[in-house]
């Protein structure tokens, strides 16, 4: 099975900030990654698909880029609702794996 | 609007049986997958599974292969998740979502059903 490692896995950062998280495939994947926020108690949300295309209605200071078998994702200006975790997830082949997720927090 | 609506929470014992009911509506049934995911308290997320809404077909979490059994209903647009032989490690929240063809990530998820597994 291919594993998908996120680091870091805690992140503190203000308002303005710019943030990127990376995403690592114990092989290559090509670009079938996507990219998901999910605030508590509530369901996941699509951010990336295809490791790099912004899912419709998703803020465009949110990117991703990479392939093969690492990808990151940035935010480009962080808002107060970007504190969540994100995961990133592997789409191309079963299991369809989550990374282990990262924790943005406020500093 | 396109939504999955989930049924609601549900308490079991250990070694009891529970399936979870995932209604589509607003799109066609049946022109996209649905994968499962599940989350046990304060953890990540974990894929469980996936069917295809149009033949049927299924892949299964091989930590879960024996207990967990996905089917749909398309007259209904309903997909079901049912999981056999609980244990309090089953406790946690499971969501249905949809899965795009070709994969490219699950664009609408379900609301959540809180499993709590419990003597």
């Known amino acids: 099975d291919i594993q998908l490692t996120q680091s870091p896995s805690f992140l503190s950062a203000s308002v303005g900030d710019r943030v990127t998280i990376t995403c690592r495939a114990s092989q290559g994947i090509s670009s079938y990654l996507a990219w998901y926020q999910q605030k508590p108690g509530k369901a996941p949300k699509l951010l990336i698909y295809?490791?790099?295309t912004l899912q419709s209605g998703v803020p465009s200071r949110f990117r991703g880029s990479g392939s093969g078998t690492e990808f990151t994702l940035t935010i480009s200006s962080l808002q107060p609702e970007d504190f969540a975790t994100y995961y990133c997830?592997?789409?191309?082949?079963?299991?369809?794996?989550f990374g282990q997720g990262t924790k943005l927090e406020v500093k | 609007q396109v939504q999955l609506v989930q049924s609601g929470a549900e308490v079991k014992k250990p070694g009891a049986s529970v399936k979870v009911s995932c209604k589509a509506s607003?799109?066609?049934?049946?022109?996209?997958?649905v994968s499962w995911v599940r989350q046990a308290p304060g953890q990540g997320l974990e894929w469980m599974g996936w069917i295809s809404t149009y033949n049927g077909n299924t892949n299964y979490a091989e930590n879960l292969q024996g207990r967990l059994s996905l089917t749909r209903d398309t007259s209904t647009s309903t997909a079901y998740m049912e999981l056999r032989s609980l244990t309090s490690d089953d406790t946690g929240v499971y969501y249905c979502a949809r899965d795009r063809r070709p994969p490219d990530g699950f664009d609408i998820w379900g609301q959540g059903t809180m499993i709590n597994v419990s003597s």
């Open positions: 295809s490791a790099s």
């Open positions: 997830q592997l789409l191309n082949s079963y299991p369809r794996s």
């Open positions: 607003g799109y066609t049934f049946t022109r996209y997958d």
